[in-house]
């Protein structure tokens, strides 16, 4: 599970930022009409159920604007949250909790509805072998963030960035096709140039490609767009001797019949770049 402390300063670097967008011409509205010195404190309401992630980010937000106030954190990520739980409080200058309030707002119900969909995701295969993956199709700038709340709603993080291991798609293999290189000998010429730790995985069309991927000896093998019938076959004709992720066509109406097939990843865009944002919002309590 990614641990945000692990990436402070880049979590740092995209919090000015999204402050930079709301405030660089300051908070005309605010200034204008609350007291400068005026106290208070407000609450974190969820308006709806769901997986809740977010919250210290969201109090990094409040103390980048007002160092001093207070922020308290009363669920925490990954609990399920219902209409009128508090969430989270923030005291002190209210002025000051007023220019934080939508930057703060924006990254937890982001997060929370990107951990709420992965959750339903999870619910649907629960008692299946299989993990339900994210995939680069983030938000730019967002990925660190979208992935850490897919693992609090209990998923499992695939690749970071293209670093991270070897992963031959289609656009790949039809260049390398072109000039006449088969499965396995692009396969081969992965693993020739790779690091020894490195796992390499390659997207298959069918299962004779796939079982040619795992004879040649790759880690993973996608089985991109296959039809169930497809995937089955695949299975059983490589028993094991490779991972097989299920990728394309994925959604909460088919992924129990795939994760039926005896996949062992399926991977699911739609967590990151379809998520529905958690009804969250900001109450006064105090003032």
């Not at 709301?22 to 969820?46: R, Y």
């Not at 949250?81 to 200058?93: E, F, H, R, T």
């Not at 692009?186 to 991927?213: C, F, G």
Request: charged letters at 25%.
């Amino acid at each position: 599970m990614i641990k945000l402390a692990d990436y402070l300063p880049q979590i740092e670097d995209l919090i000015d930022r999204a402050l930079e967008e709301d405030l660089a011409s300051g908070d005309i509205t605010t200034d204008s009409l609350i007291p400068p010195h005026a106290k208070g404190k407000a609450n974190f309401l969820s308006k709806s159920t769901g997986i809740v992630a977010g919250l210290e980010l969201a109090g990094m937000v409040f103390l980048k604007v007002d160092p001093f106030l207070k922020f308290s954190i009363l669920v925490a990520d990954g609990a399920t949250v219902k209409q009128n739980d508090v969430l989270a409080s923030v005291s002190g200058n209210v002025a000051d909790i007023l220019k934080a309030e939508r930057t703060a707002l924006n990254f937890i119900q982001h997060l929370s509805g990107v951990a709420t969909l992965t959750a339903r995701y999870v619910e649907l295969v629960k008692g299946l072998p299989v993990k339900i993956l994210d995939t680069r199709k983030t938000v730019p700038g967002l990925r660190i963030l979208e992935k850490y709340a897919v693992s609090v709603g209990g998923g499992t993080n695939h690749r970071l960035g293209l670093g991270d291991m070897v992963l031959i798609k289609d656009n790949h293999v039809a260049i390398l096709r072109k000039g006449g290189l088969g499965i396995q000998e692009i396969i081969r010429q992965a693993r020739s140039k790779s690091a020894r730790n490195i796992k390499i995985e390659i997207e298959t069309s069918n299962p004779e490609d796939a079982l040619a991927a795992a004879n040649a000896g790759a880690d993973v093998i996608m089985l991109d767009n296959m039809r169930l019938d497809d995937m089955r076959r695949a299975v059983e004709l490589i028993k094991h001797k490779a991972i097989l992720e299920a990728s394309g066509g994925v959604n909460l109406d088919t992924v129990r019949a795939i994760a039926e097939t005896g996949v062992d990843w399926i991977s699911v865009g739609a967590l990151t770049h379809s998520a529905r944002a958690l009804d969250i919002s900001l109450e006064l309590a105090e003032f």
